[in-house]
């Protein structure tokens, strides 16, 4: 039978603080940078150029439609070559995650828009708004009511997804795990310590997302 022995992994706990903290980092700069990119297409795709709103809806179906980690393989290892520039293995996961996190928020951002009545864009022009004027003064503050819980679902999986960056060698959580499991042969141990870690830090988020999703029901 299995001895499970925990003991031996206090001496890696700096290592697993660094680990979890730099999983943390880049799940606040992906969101961010992904929030940035998901708000700019979304509001172009809702644009009525229909060559910006197609260019746009490329990109999205693109990213939406390809698994995450094929794209931070092949930001990591082919971008360098088709533009010949050489990425850190950090650039290319933020790239790579903030263009994935972008595709999925930019279609909430436009169904959140769409989903405001066309009699409230009417009515802001009848009173002589412009059409940027009645998007940011009617309908955006709607819209953002409706927006938040999804953005915020979606922010928790942009969490799940730095799960992923162990296979470019970025020092998170799980990468971190993963060499203390070849240094103490224990791998039960660690593996369970680094789930423990994801839950405590995804169980508050999740919890909030549903409160939101309640509140705005």
């Keep these: ?19 979890l903290g730099t999983t943390l980092l880049y799940t606040v700069v992906v969101i ?14 809702v644009s009525s150029n229909r060559y910006i709103s197609g260019g746009l809806r490329g990109y999205v179906e693109v990213f939406r439609c390809t698994p995450v980690l094929v ?3 092949w930001f990591y290892y082919a971008l360098p070559v088709l533009l010949g520039v050489e990425l850190t293995p950090g ?23 769409v ?13 002589g708004m412009t059409k940027w004027q009645v ?3 009617v309908v955006l503050p709607q819209a953002l009511r409706r927006m938040t819980p999804p953005l915020v679902s979606q922010s928790v999986m942009q969490l799940k997804n730095t799960s992923l960056l162990s296979v470019l060698a970025v020092p998170d959580l799980l990468y971190q795990g993963q060499v203390i499991a070849h240094d103490t042969y224990r791998p ?30």
Excluded: C, H
């Excluded at 961010?32 to 795709?45: A, F, H, I, P, S």
């Design 188 to 217: 039960l141990e660690i593996y369970s310590l680094v789930a423990v870690a994801y839950f405590a830090v995804l169980l508050p988020a999740t919890m909030m997302a549903k409160r939101l999703e309640a509140k705005v029901a």
């Design 32 to 45: 961010l940078t992904g929030l940035l990119v998901g708000v700019l297409v979304g509001l172009g795709r």
């Design 1 to 19: 039978m299995y001895t499970w022995d925990f003991n031996s992994l206090w001496q890696y706990r700096n290592i697993i603080a660094i680990g």
């Design 115 to 127: 989903s405001i009545e066309i009699g409230q864009t009417e009515a802001g022009q009848a009173l």
């Design 71 to 73: 794209q931070l393989i």
């Design 91 to 113: 650039m290319a996961a933020v790239l790579a995650l903030t263009l994935y996190g972008g595709a999925f928020y930019s279609e909430i951002v436009r169904g959140g828009i």
């Design 135 to 137: 998007l940011r003064r």
